[in-house]
């Protein structure tokens, strides 16, 4: 009983059935925030067509008969691409009938696709929309195997059709999580991620002949598909790593494998090898807020890392992987903007305001193969636009108003209504928990 009552509290505001069409607008005035690390354009203007960004900047002309938004001098944005997280796929980390995240018990790993499993009713989904979250990068997690499957990219618009990019990307456990997935110990990981690479490689040779070895198989054949494309690079591989010689292990992986396309998740001591990341030209999705040494592999955590690495050259976006990142996605543009306040701290390393906000909209699409497609404002990508009430690195700014493939969002969120709710209680008109 107490486990539907919370399921039922949970339940998040209603979505419209189907898919909005894409939509048209061109938004004035506005404080221009391209988004890939250039400056903010103050009097710009972004042109909308068909739920696609044609034109931003400044003097863009504006086509006859489209609805035009006055920013009134605002911020305006690209929507935040939450660089990692789970959302959609876990509701109450406790219950396991609402956590899709991993499965312990199945015989599958890099075949899990989390697509199926993306629920557009999460309560999740309003809430960080409303906080200017448009797309989000959604990993499944390892369970039994250093393999943990194919991620995918969601939009938040409130219909029920989440997933814009299904299977965008395999993940993968290395460092202490890998270790133990692997038998114990980091070199049965790498040994578990050669077999497979290597598995996989000569299924693809074969042209898909799958070589049967029964229950004695370390790959099933739906694992060998799924990592075909990995093997070929057409598909990128986002490891978690946090330690600084688990990267350089991965760096010389890629070296007899140049074709992989690896994205570091984590990388809590990457500024301590940065130069070595940035040679073999991997991006990281870093947690902007491992400044502490948690574990074995983070002693030399440092809320200097991402300035540090992108100083040295590294491309890095933020990410919130072992921080709630089920439901606390909007956290990002807090700690984008804690970089900000960073880089004025003697002996410290931060980022500028535009790449920090890059790190939350550009780069993270950069990292799996989709800056083609969101993240910035740039013609072509997917019209996200979000109007911001002041700036939005600032703890305290809210969002005017969303946009997701050029269709306005609702902004409303069950909070509202708990807030509506309990603000003022009547007399007699109190839920029976709270009679005496």
Same mark, same amino acid.
């Given at each position: 009983?107490?486990?539907?009552?919370?399921?039922?509290?949970?339940?998040?505001?209603?979505?419209? &059935?189907?898919?909005?069409?894409?939509?048209?607008?061109?938004?004035? !005035?506005?404080?221009?925030?391209?988004?890939?690390?250039?400056?903010?354009?103050?009097?710009?203007?972004?042109?909308?067509?068909?739920?696609?960004?044609?034109?931003?900047?400044?003097?863009? /002309?504006?086509?006859?008969?489209?609805?035009?938004?006055?920013?009134?001098?605002?911020?305006?944005?690209?929507?935040?691409?939450?660089?990692?997280?789970?959302?959609?796929?876990?509701?109450?980390?406790?219950?396991?009938? #609402?956590?899709?995240?991993?499965?312990?018990?199945?015989?599958?790993?890099? &075949?899990?696709?989390?697509?199926?499993?993306?629920?557009?009713?999460?309560?999740?989904?309003?809430?960080?929309?409303?906080?200017?979250?448009?797309?989000?990068?959604?990993? /499944?997690?390892?369970?039994? &195997?250093?393999?943990?499957?194919?991620?995918?990219?969601?939009?938040?618009?409130?219909?029920?059709?989440?997933? &814009?990019? /299904?299977?965008?990307?395999?993940?993968?456990?290395?460092?202490?999580?890998?270790?133990?997935?692997?038998?114990?110990?980091?070199?049965?990981?790498?040994?578990?991620?050669?077999?497979?690479?290597?598995?996989?490689?000569?299924?693809?040779?074969?042209?898909?002949?799958?070589?049967?070895?029964?229950?004695?198989?370390?790959?099933?054949?739906?694992?060998?598909?799924?990592?075909?494309?990995?093997?070929?690079?057409?598909?990128?591989?986002?490891?978690?790593?946090?330690?600084?010689?688990?990267?350089?292990?991965?760096?010389?992986?890629?070296?007899?494998?140049?074709?992989?396309?690896?994205?570091?998740?984590?990388?809590?001591?990457?500024?301590?090898?940065?130069?070595?990341?940035?040679?073999?030209?991997?991006?990281?999705?870093?947690?902007?807020? !491992?400044?502490? /040494?948690?574990?074995?592999?983070?002693?030399?955590? #440092?809320?200097? !890392?991402?300035?540090?690495?992108?100083?040295?050259?590294?491309?890095?976006?933020?990410?919130?992987?072992?921080?709630?990142?089920?439901?606390?996605?909007?956290?990002?543009?807090?700690?984008?903007?804690?970089?900000?306040?960073?880089?004025?701290?003697?002996?410290?390393?931060?980022?500028?305001?535009?790449?920090?906000?890059?790190?939350?909209?550009?780069?993270?699409?950069?990292?799996?193969?989709?800056?083609?497609?969101?993240?910035?404002?740039?013609?072509?990508?997917?019209?996200?636009?979000?109007?911001?009430?002041?700036?939005?690195?600032?703890?305290?700014?809210?969002?005017?108003?969303?946009?997701?493939?050029?269709?306005?969002?609702?902004?409303?969120?069950?909070?509202?209504?708990?807030?509506?709710?309990?603000?003022?209680?009547?007399?007699?008109?109190?839920?029976?928990?709270?009679?005496?």
């Amino acid at each position: 009983m107490k486990r539907l009552i919370l399921l039922a509290a949970a339940a998040p505001i209603a979505l419209a &059935s189907v898919p909005a069409a894409a939509q048209s607008v061109a938004i004035t !005035n506005a404080r221009l925030v391209i988004g890939d690390g250039s400056a903010p354009i103050d009097g710009g203007t972004v042109v909308v067509k068909d739920g696609k960004i044609v034109a931003a900047g400044k003097s863009v /002309p504006i086509p006859s008969g489209i609805e035009t938004v006055d920013a009134g001098g605002r911020f305006v944005t690209p929507g935040i691409v939450a660089g990692f997280t789970r959302m959609g796929i876990v509701e109450v980390d406790g219950v396991d009938q #609402t956590n899709d995240a991993g499965a312990n018990g199945s015989p599958f790993h890099a &075949s899990i696709d989390v697509a199926p499993a993306v629920n557009p009713l999460t309560s999740s989904i309003p809430l960080n929309r409303a906080e200017g979250i448009t797309r989000a990068i959604v990993a /499944p997690e390892a369970r039994g &195997s250093i393999w943990a499957g194919m991620g995918a990219v969601i939009d938040l618009g409130a219909d029920r059709k989440s997933v &814009s990019t /299904p299977r965008a990307f395999q993940f993968m456990e290395y460092g202490e999580g890998g270790a133990g997935a692997a038998g114990g110990s980091r070199p049965a990981a790498i040994a578990m991620f050669r077999n497979a690479l290597y598995e996989a490689r000569d299924f693809a040779k074969r042209g898909g002949v799958y070589a049967d070895q029964g229950k004695d198989a370390l790959l099933t054949r739906a694992d060998a598909v799924a990592l075909e494309p990995v093997v070929n690079g057409r598909m990128p591989l986002l490891v978690h790593v946090e330690r600084a010689s688990d990267m350089l292990a991965l760096i010389d992986i890629k070296k007899e494998m140049p074709q992989l396309r690896f994205v570091f998740v984590g990388a809590s001591e990457g500024w301590t090898v940065a130069r070595e990341i940035a040679a073999a030209r991997i991006p990281v999705i870093a947690s902007a807020l !491992n400044d502490l /040494p948690e574990s074995f592999e983070a002693l030399a955590a #440092t809320e200097s !890392n991402i300035g540090r690495m992108t100083a040295a050259g590294v491309t890095v976006g933020i990410g919130t992987i072992n921080d709630n990142e089920a439901r606390q996605a909007r956290l990002e543009k807090q700690y984008a903007g804690n970089l900000v306040a960073l880089a004025k701290v003697p002996g410290a390393a931060g980022l500028s305001w535009d790449a920090a906000f890059a790190a939350i909209s550009s780069i993270p699409a950069e990292a799996i193969g989709l800056a083609g497609e969101i993240g910035s404002l740039r013609p072509g990508r997917d019209g996200d636009v979000v109007i911001w009430e002041g700036d939005p690195l600032e703890l305290g700014t809210a969002t005017h108003a969303v946009y997701i493939d050029g269709v306005r969002q609702p902004l409303h969120t069950r909070q509202d209504e708990l807030f509506k709710r309990y603000a003022s209680p009547q007399e007699g008109a109190l839920p029976k928990a709270y009679e005496r």
